[in-house]
């Protein structure tokens, strides 16, 4: 009797510890498909340290639609929204030096970007967050993201329509037919970001980077932008449709 009880209490820890290890590897596998990017990054840079030169897509770039380069032609540098403080929209917002700050929570990733006060909300997919209405579109899109194989992957659409959404320099522009897929891992103990952006009106083909993000300890000093200060390089500017009338500057 002694015997059984022994080897029946035998069996059942044998049966406990499988169950636990099984348990156990199933939630560190789980786990490891969730990277640490909470944090704060430095600004991005290309592979091999330069900054700006992978990320830029220029004004005689082969991938632009012909559209693109006809609303360049006809957009004067005066109409930017930028001179009226509007945020560089994504994924431009990538190519300025300022560094930022990754927040994960469990339903839920925000960014938060050192230039303009920015703040970017990701929706996790599997939390049951509402959907945006069909006629909703959003100046930074609507982004969904979720873990897959180390990585976080996001999908922003639903983007309204920005005068200067590929690229604030050069007056290219972005459609609501934008969408972005972006993929933040750990590489070395960096953020590897890798970044894709369709736009089947201003693109031929998709615009493509990636870029690389060290840790920081503290963010660099948060720049905002002063009125007055953006409108004051617009003295310089002379339209190319001088007959049209003057666009007007609304003070808040």
């Given at each position: 009797?002694n015997?059984r009880?022994?080897?029946?209490?035998?069996s059942?820890?044998?049966?406990a510890?499988?169950l636990f290890?099984?348990?156990?590897?199933?939630g560190?596998?789980a786990?490891s498909?969730?990277?640490?990017?909470?944090?704060?990054?430095?600004?991005?840079?290309c592979?091999?340290?330069?900054?700006?030169g992978?990320?830029?897509?220029?004004?005689?770039?082969?991938?632009?639609?012909?559209?693109?380069?006809?609303?360049?032609?006809?957009?004067?540098?005066?109409a930017?929204?930028k001179?009226?403080?509007?945020?560089?929209?994504?994924?431009?917002m990538?190519?300025?030096?300022?560094?930022?700050?990754?927040?994960?929570?469990?339903?839920?990733?925000l960014?938060?970007?050192?230039?303009?006060?920015?703040?970017?909300?990701?929706w996790?997919?599997?939390?049951?967050?509402?959907e945006?209405a069909?006629?909703?579109?959003?100046?930074?899109?609507?982004?969904?993201?979720?873990?897959?194989?180390?990585?976080?992957v996001?999908?922003?659409?639903?983007?309204?329509?920005?005068?200067?959404?590929?690229?604030?320099?050069?007056?290219l522009?972005?459609?609501?037919?934008?969408?972005?897929?972006?993929?933040?891992?750990?590489?070395n103990?960096?953020?590897?970001?890798?970044?894709?952006?369709?736009?089947?009106?201003?693109?031929?083909?998709?615009?493509?980077?990636?870029?690389?993000?060290?840790?920081?300890?503290?963010?660099?000093a948060?720049?905002?932008?002063?009125?007055?200060?953006?409108?004051?390089?617009?003295?310089?500017?002379?339209?190319?449709?001088?007959?049209?009338?003057?666009?007007?500057?609304?003070?808040?």
């Amino acid at each position: 009797m002694n015997v059984r009880f022994s080897t029946l209490s035998t069996s059942i820890r044998i049966l406990a510890s499988t169950l636990f290890l099984g348990v156990a590897g199933h939630g560190l596998a789980a786990s490891s498909d969730i990277p640490d990017l909470d944090g704060l990054w430095s600004r991005p840079t290309c592979a091999g340290g330069g900054f700006g030169g992978c990320t830029t897509l220029r004004e005689d770039d082969a991938r632009l639609t012909e559209r693109a380069l006809a609303y360049k032609a006809a957009i004067d540098e005066i109409a930017q929204p930028k001179y009226d403080c509007a945020p560089m929209p994504i994924p431009h917002m990538w190519t300025d030096p300022y560094s930022f700050r990754i927040e994960q929570l469990e339903d839920r990733v925000l960014i938060y970007y050192g230039k303009d006060d920015v703040v970017r909300t990701i929706w996790l997919e599997s939390h049951n967050h509402p959907e945006p209405a069909i006629n909703e579109f959003f100046y930074f899109g609507h982004a969904d993201g979720h873990y897959e194989n180390g990585a976080l992957v996001v999908v922003t659409d639903k983007f309204t329509f920005d005068p200067q959404g590929m690229n604030a320099d050069f007056r290219l522009p972005s459609s609501t037919q934008k969408q972005l897929t972006e993929r933040f891992s750990i590489d070395n103990g960096n953020l590897k970001l890798e970044v894709s952006t369709v736009d089947t009106f201003f693109l031929k083909v998709p615009w493509e980077f990636t870029v690389y993000s060290s840790p920081v300890q503290e963010l660099d000093a948060n720049w905002t932008c002063e009125l007055d200060g953006a409108r004051r390089s617009l003295r310089f500017e002379t339209s190319k449709y001088p007959d049209d009338p003057e666009p007007v500057r609304i003070n808040y």
